[in-house]
């Protein structure tokens, strides 16, 4: 973000937001020192995580968190994650820690890997929404740790967006959706990962994906054999044990948004059929396509999300672009589908959800 716009800038709320930048060595210190005093005071800081940024406060105030769901619009019914700088810091959140969490701890924290785990007395209900359980996640980008461990408090934080829109990858989204409704961003940069963390429920007779991320579940599955993964459908899925969240319609474009699936050459013909038929009626036709086969497309906006054997690119850019076919005009999106290993089982996962389950196969 270009700090010297930020002057004339229009607060669209009650509170003025301020933006520090916390990868300039020379301002981090001080943005830091200020984003705890916030927290610690009960504010609401936006702050980067190597997934996506993050709005948080302080988890042990209920009054805090509870202004966490009125800035973005979230349902009660949805329980936020609680972020922390070390994992011992986890022990007086849950009411056990058992031995596989800790292995997994040692596996991937710090990373984009939430653990969903019986919750103990300390954590305010309003965090968890009533649930017996909590979200544990000790992020791996070192300003989210360094924010943490200075304001000496566990933070909860949900995706720093408005309820509903794609999550923000940069401090411009966070600024777009939230300016005037929280205290202070902490400028971060760009996300690395892109899209969220996998949740995994532990607090079960057996482990379960909640949520695909960005921890690929192909890496959990080498340390929990019995691991269950659900589909794409995932939100759908009668009897599995769901995320609250995913119920939620989300990351959902203004346009509709078109999921294309099948054989990659397949694919493409049946994109190109369709970029014909809507532009015959007229429609601003926009596509999400793969470096390799962008070029076939006559669209009237194509987005590039990555190389196709390269799933965690089209991870990295996928917000972004939905955030700026937001902009653009565009009324229908049609999206390639990426290989689903890796990153691109959490990718097709939001695409899913941003298509409300449109598809189309291509045969
Ligand atoms: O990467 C991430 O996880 C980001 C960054 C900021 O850490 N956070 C994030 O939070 O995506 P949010 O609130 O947008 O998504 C959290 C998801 C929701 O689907 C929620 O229902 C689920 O995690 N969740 C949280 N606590 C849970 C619990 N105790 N049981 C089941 N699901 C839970
Ligand atoms: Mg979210």
Redesign the pocket.
């Given at each position: 973000m270009k700090h010297d716009e930020l002057d004339n800038r229009i607060d669209k709320g009650s509170t003025t937001t301020l933006v520090l930048d916390v990868k300039d060595p020379h301002s981090r210190g001080d943005a830091i020192s200020k984003a705890a005093t916030i927290l610690q005071n009960g504010g609401l800081v936006a702050f980067p995580?190597e997934?996506?940024?993050?709005?948080g406060a302080n988890a042990l105030n209920e009054k805090a968190v509870k202004s966490i769901f009125a800035a973005k619009g979230?349902p009660a019914d949805?329980?936020?994650?609680v972020?922390i700088s070390k994992w011992e810091e986890a022990l007086p959140l849950v009411s056990s820690f058992p031995e596989i969490a800790r292995l997994l701890a040692e596996k991937f924290w710090p990373g984009?890997l939430?653990m969903?785990l019986p919750?103990s007395s300390a954590v305010p209900k309003v965090v968890?929404?009533g649930?017996d359980?909590?979200?544990i996640?000790l992020?791996a980008n070192e300003y989210a740790r360094e924010m943490i461990r200075t304001a000496g408090v566990p933070v909860a934080?949900?995706?720093?967006n408005v309820s509903g829109s794609p999550?923000p990858t940069s401090a411009e989204h966070v600024y777009h959706d939230l300016a005037g409704k929280i205290d202070l961003i902490l400028d971060g940069g760009s996300c690395e990962v892109g899209v969220?963390?996998t949740?995994l429920?532990l607090a079960g007779p057996v482990p379960v994906i909640?949520?695909p991320?960005?921890t690929p579940v192909e890496e959990l599955l080498k340390y929990l054999p019995d691991l269950i993964v659900p589909g794409l459908e995932i939100a759908e899925t009668e009897g599995v044990p769901?995320?609250?969240?995913?119920k939620y319609r989300h990351y959902a474009p203004k346009a509709k948004l078109l999921l294309v699936v099948g054989e990659v050459d397949k694919v493409a013909a049946a994109i190109r059929k369709e970029i014909a038929s809507w532009q015959a009626r007229r429609s601003k036709v926009a596509v999400l396509a793969s470096k390799e086969n962008a070029a076939q497309y006559k669209a009237d906006i194509v987005i590039v999300l990555g190389e196709r054997e390269r799933p965690q690119e089209a991870a990295q850019h996928l917000f972004a672009a939905l955030r700026e076919l937001d902009d653009s005009g565009a009324n229908i999106i049609l999206a390639e589908c990426t290989e689903q290993a890796g990153l691109g089982y959490a990718v097709m996962n939001r695409l899913w959800k941003a298509s409300g389950g449109d598809i189309i196969r291509a045969r």
């Open positions: 995580t997934t996506v940024y993050g709005l979230r949805n329980p936020l994650i972020h984009p939430t969903v919750v968890t929404a649930l359980t909590v979200g996640r992020p934080a949900p995706s720093a999550s969220e963390s949740v429920d909640l949520r991320g960005g769901r995320a609250p969240g995913m």
